[in-house]
Each structure stands twice: as C-alpha cells, then as structure tokens.
C-alpha cells in the first residue's frame, strides 16, 4: 500500500484527481468506481474543474458506484443517485448510459445484485475504485465482519454508520437500515484502489487498515493484500500511522519511472 500524506484535505483532492486524469488520459474508456460521502466531494469538485477548464474528457468513462439505500427513490436527497447526480454526473461528460449505481428500489435484490457484478465484468472489471472509510473500518457499505470475499449483495448496516449518516437526512427522517453495496471480493478485483480519508476522526481506522493485522472487523484492512491500492490523507487522519517518516521518505525518494505513472497496468 502506498501512504500520501497530504499538508490538507484540499491537496489530497487535488492529488486524488489527478491521479485519476492520469488514468483518463492514458485509458480514455476506463472504468471507474466512485464512492458517495463527506470525503470525495473535493475530488469531485476538482474533476469537475479539470472537466471545465483543462478539457478531460469523460466521454468514454464508465462508472460503478459503490452502494445505494435499500427503500429511497433515486430523487431522495440522501440518496447516493442524487448525491451523484449533484457532486458530479451534473458537472462532467459521462453519458448516462455509462453510469452504473445500485438499483435500491429493485423488485429482485439478490437478481440485480448479480446483474450488477455481471455489468461489472461485461465492462472489463473496475480500473480504480474510489474508497472512503468509515470509522469502524468499514468500504462502501461492508460492516466489520463482512465477508472478505463477498460480492455486490444487501446488507444491514450498524447504528453507528446509522448515526453516522443521519446527518445526511431530514430531521425526525429515519436512515434505511438496509443497503446494496458491492462487497469486499468486489473491490478487491479493482486494479488500483484510491482510498481518501480525512480528520482526526478517521485516524484509528487508517492505522487498522493499513498497519493493523487483516481481518473482517476492520474490512478495510484486506487492502493489505491488495496489489495497487494508494491511500492518500490528511495529517491528522494520519496521526495514528507508526511509520510516518518512512512513507514520507518513499514519497519523496520515488524513482522518476514511479514519478511518471501511478499506473504500471491499466
Ligand atoms: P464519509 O464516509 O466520507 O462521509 O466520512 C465514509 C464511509 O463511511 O465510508
């Protein structure tokens, strides 16, 4: 795992975006994995940017959201559709039919599930997944002791993400208590994972995962055995890391074929 300590959240955006341009400009057609929450709303803010100012192009992208609430409708505020639509699909050029989030009103949830990785492959499998954490460990919607090799599927989520995300909802409105989201086994398929997190607050979750021992009560942790996945933060999102100085001194000593490209294999 590669650790990017950013001065601030803002640069960690940048640095996240253009890692992704990077991907964009030399795989026009890639297929990206996007994830909803307070942490990528900068990085999708500064693509939005690029998008307008430098020209990427999206035209050719794919897209695959992480998950999606059991029960709302797709024009919910809190649903991750309208996060989606507001955060990004508004503000850049990726076709429609190219952008894929989990159906949360599906009539056959284990049957859409399964369409779902299967659109998955059909598009020749996720070239970087966006991740965020949660405070328990937690990517896209898999609690601790999911799976780690599970596939897009319900879940039931625990009152702490409850709580977490009630900030996201209406006063007195309740949070699904059910999700789809692609799971463990998914994410790990994606060649490169981006994961971003930000604030005191993450960092015992950031040292679980990228310093802990691997297992299901902190999912995020797998990511150890992930052979691309690029976890970009904020100092204090960093603060519980023991090795700090040596991920600073990799960073700044990378030899100048690493400087070139994130992407040894697209
Ligand atoms: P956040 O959520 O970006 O809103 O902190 C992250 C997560 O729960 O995965």
Avoid: W
């Avoid at 996240?16 to 900068?42: H, N, Y």
């Avoid at 699909?89 to 159906?103: E, K, L, M, R, T």
């Avoid at 598009?123 to 328990?136: E, R, S």
């Avoid at 898999?142 to 900030?167: C, D, G, H």
């Amino acid at each position: 795992m590669e650790v990017i300590i950013q001065p601030t959240a803002g640069d960690a955006a940048i640095k996240a975006a253009q890692i992704i341009a990077e991907l964009i400009r030399i795989k026009p057609r890639a297929v990206l994995g996007l994830a909803t929450g307070g942490t990528p709303v900068g990085l999708y803010t500064e693509l939005a940017r690029m998008h307008r100012q430098e020209g990427l192009d999206f035209s050719g992208v794919t897209t695959f959201n992480l998950d999606e609430y059991v029960g709302i409708a797709p024009t919910h505020p809190a649903s991750y559709h309208r996060f989606m639509q507001e955060n990004f699909f508004d503000q850049v050029n990726v076709p429609a039919g190219s952008i894929h989030i989990p159906d949360g009103n599906a009539s056959d949830i284990p049957q859409f599930c399964a369409r779902y990785e299967e659109e998955i492959r059909n598009a020749g499998g996720i070239d970087l997944q966006v991740l965020g954490i949660g405070h328990d460990g937690h990517i896209g919607f898999n609690e601790s002791t999911s799976s780690l090799v599970s596939r897009t599927r319900i879940k039931t989520l625990t009152e702490e993400t409850i709580s977490a995300n009630q900030r996201f909802f209406g006063p007195g409105e309740t949070v699904p208590r059910h999700v789809i989201t692609m799971g463990v086994g998914t994410i790990m398929e994606s060649r490169t994972c981006l994961m971003l997190a930000f604030g005191a607050g993450k960092a015992q979750a950031v040292a679980a995962m990228a310093e802990g021992p691997v297992t299901a009560m902190c999912p995020a942790s797998v990511l150890q055995m992930h052979r691309q996945t690029i976890l970009i933060v904020d100092p204090p999102a960093a603060a519980r890391l023991t090795r700090i100085s040596y991920y600073q001194h990799v960073y700044s000593n990378k030899p100048d074929f690493q400087k070139v490209s994130a992407f040894p294999v697209v």
